[in-house]
């Protein structure tokens, strides 16, 4: 296989793993930031104690976190057929990354949010300040270094999670390696598939260490 060949096949391929990661990532922010927050707030320390809460949560997210993300895929499919109304396609795989992904973020944001020093929320506290306003203008603002290192992480734990996906039909760079790298046993194919994937999770997480170093105090 050229490179004239090559070519053509990397550009849509590229477009269909962008599409899978980046919309993933919004739903997995959308939906792990909340979890994450909540983990924090209903631990027995925190800004309203509910422990069996937290202890559910905290359940339904190390379950999640365990599976490895191969069983994930198929474990979800009914409820991607039910969501998207196929399994197949960039579209359809967007579930399952979401899935794997949620309980993930929402630990990395837990961690975050713990790291913000208890004084500064007791002096939100003294001034009389809500639960919610201290979540929204204290806890997440100090906090935020962390959650887009948190996210940064994320987003390349996507990538690799949208190369697994290729092998079940979801597109992308991961069916390109596997239908012509591997099946077809073009080696130079697999090498510039490999390649531009490390291109682009060195460029994410050089962007987003830069970003958290920008926000953060220290």
Same mark, same amino acid.
């Given at each position: 296989m050229t490179w004239d060949e090559i070519l053509p096949l990397l550009g849509p391929a590229t477009l269909e793993t962008a599409q899978m990661v980046g919309w993933s990532t919004l739903f997995t922010a959308l939906l792990g930031? @909340?979890? /994450?927050?909540?983990? +924090?707030?209903? $631990? !027995?320390? /925190?800004? !309203?104690? %509910? @422990?069996?809460?937290?202890?559910?949560? /905290?359940?339904? *997210?190390? =379950?999640g976190r365990s599976l490895p993300f191969i069983v994930l895929m198929i474990a979800v499919i009914p409820f991607t057929r039910l969501v998207v109304g196929t399994t197949i396609g960039t579209a359809a795989f967007v579930v399952p990354l979401t899935v794997g992904a949620v309980p993930f973020f929402a630990r990395l944001v837990e961690t975050a949010l713990r790291e913000v020093g208890p004084d500064v929320v007791q002096a939100a506290q003294a001034m009389g300040a809500s639960r919610?306003? =201290? +979540?929204?203008? *204290? #806890?997440? @603002?100090?906090?935020? @270094? /962390? #959650? +887009?290192?948190?996210?940064?992480?994320? +987003?390349?734990?996507?990538?690799?999670?949208?190369?697994?996906?290729g092998t079940l039909g979801?597109?992308? #760079?991961? $069916?390109? %390696?596997? !239908?012509?790298g591997y099946q077809r046993f073009e080696t130079l194919l697999m090498i510039v598939t490999v390649v531009l994937l490390l291109v682009i999770v060195q460029l994410l997480q050089s962007l987003g260490d830069w970003v958290a170093r920008r926000l953060s105090h220290k």
């Open positions: 930031l @909340p979890l /994450g927050v909540a983990l +924090v707030v209903f $631990d !027995r320390n /925190g800004l !309203r104690p %509910a @422990p069996a809460l937290k202890s559910a949560l /905290g359940f339904v *997210v190390n =379950i919610a306003t =201290i +979540v929204r203008k *204290v #806890l997440l @603002p100090e906090a935020l @270094p /962390g #959650l +887009v290192a948190g996210l940064t992480v994320t +987003v390349v734990a996507l990538i690799g999670y949208s190369a697994m996906a979801g597109g992308g #760079l991961g $069916d390109l %390696a596997v !239908r012509y």
